[in-house]
């Protein structure tokens, strides 16, 4: 009897210890991964932190259409020589206030005189001109008296003429035959020749003539992008060839295309080097001759630069002997005590001065005016 109580007690423990060996395999099984799956060790989860520095942002995307070309409205001409005056009185007051405080001295003994020629020396008025000046100063105010009240007008009368009324300072810049104006600008490098172009296409839009620019100056690289950025600004075209290209062909080709197009001006832009006359000579002469198999050259312009001097006049002489010369374009005569040279030059070439450069600024450029230029020197 004790052997089956023996017996039985210890199929119930087997019994129990069965059962709960399943149980506790039970529980096991749902912890496990997958049959057949492979055990990693897989990096934590990114907070929301580490999420932003880590992963980058979606790349935007950008739908924006190309901005048109905002346009420059160029300043009218009415303004210009008003607005520039005091900048012009600022550059050659010193001869204007000098003369003016010689001439009204209480005696104009010989001493005065030749004060007074000095000055006028100095500022580039040229020998002859200064010496017709003078005398006539002399006979006016010796003859009219009561000097003290009118010195100023009197010397204001003398300058005007001096500078000179009587020529016609229009620049031609519309053709005939429903062709365009063809205006072709030459001068040394550095003169300012490429700026000219491109203030007067500003001018010339601003009084809403159609325009297209030539960039012939192949000879240096940066003076065709200069000129396309000037023609970029105010919505111009600008026909440019190769650097170092034959410049009678760009310029061919942007009267072609100005004529094609029906502008009412082809705006030609030159190299200038005076290293060889004769090299120049046959560039000059070539680009006018190519030019005018379409359409004639209303215009030549001579660009000066007013701080060179006698220098100036030697490079204006050269030029004027290799092309018809019709106008001179005078510029920084913002950094020139020696305006007289507006005076020397029309003398020694025989052509106006029709436009002058008073400022680096875009629209700091105007037409000639000789009441204006003298008293602006009046102050
Ligand atoms: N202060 C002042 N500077 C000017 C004036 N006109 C032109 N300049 C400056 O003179 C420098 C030369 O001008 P450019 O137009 O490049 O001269 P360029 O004759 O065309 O020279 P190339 O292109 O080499 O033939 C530039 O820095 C201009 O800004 C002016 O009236 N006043």
């Keep these: 009897m004790g052997d089956w109580i023996y017996l039985i007690v210890s199929i119930a423990v087997v019994g129990v210890l069965t059962l ?88 104009l003994d010989e001493d005065t005189w030749e004060e007074i020629e000095d000055l006028l020396l100095t500022a580039d008025i040229g020998v002859a001109p200064t010496q017709a000046l003078v005398e006539k100063l002399r006979t006016r105010l010796r003859v009219e008296g009561d000097r003290s009240s009118d010195v100023r007008s009197v010397l204001r009368e003398e300058l005007i003429e001096l500078v000179g009324t009587d020529m016609d300072r229009r620049v031609q810049v519309t053709g005939t035959d429903g062709k365009p104006g063809v205006v072709l600008v030459v001068g040394v490098n ?81 190299a200038g080097r005076l290293q060889n006359k004769a090299g120049l000579m046959d560039e000059l002469g070539k680009v006018k001759r190519v030019i005018e198999k379409q359409a004639p050259v209303t215009e030549v312009l ?27 374009v005078l510029t920084k005569l913002d950094g020139s005590a020696k305006g007289g040279i507006v005076v020397q030059v029309q003398r020694e070439l025989g052509v106006p001065v029709k436009l002058v450069g008073l400022g680096e600024g875009a629209d700091d450029m105007a037409p000639f005016d000789a009441a204006a230029f003298v008293d602006a020197l009046l102050g």
């Design 20 to 107: 709960a060996g399943l149980l506790v395999s039970g529980r096991r099984k749902g912890q496990l991964p997958p049959s057949g799956g492979t055990d990693v060790i897989a990096p934590p989860p990114p907070t929301e932190g580490e999420a932003a520095v880590e992963a980058p942002p979606e790349p935007a995307v950008v739908t924006e259409e190309p901005a048109a070309p905002v346009l420059e409205k160029p300043e009218g001409t009415a303004s210009r020589l008003v607005r520039l005056r005091q900048r012009l009185a600022r550059s050659q007051g010193g001869l204007g206030q000098g003369l003016l405080s010689l001439l009204s001295r209480d005696r």
């Design 190 to 270: 550095g003169a300012g020749k490429t700026t000219t172009v491109g203030k007067i296409a500003r001018i010339l839009v601003a009084e809403d003539l159609t325009v297209t620019l030539g960039a012939a100056d192949t000879f240096r690289a940066a003076a065709v992008d200069q000129l396309a950025t000037w023609g970029e600004r105010v919505g111009v075209e600008v026909v440019r060839g190769p650097e170092g290209g034959d410049p009678a062909s760009v310029a061919f080709d942007a009267v072609k295309r100005g004529t094609d197009d029906g502008v009412d001006t082809v705006l030609v832009d030159t």
């Design 302 to 328: 001579l660009v000066l630069d007013a701080t060179t001097g006698q220098n100036g006049l030697i490079q204006a002489r050269v030029f004027s002997e290799i092309v018809d010369v019709t106008g001179i």
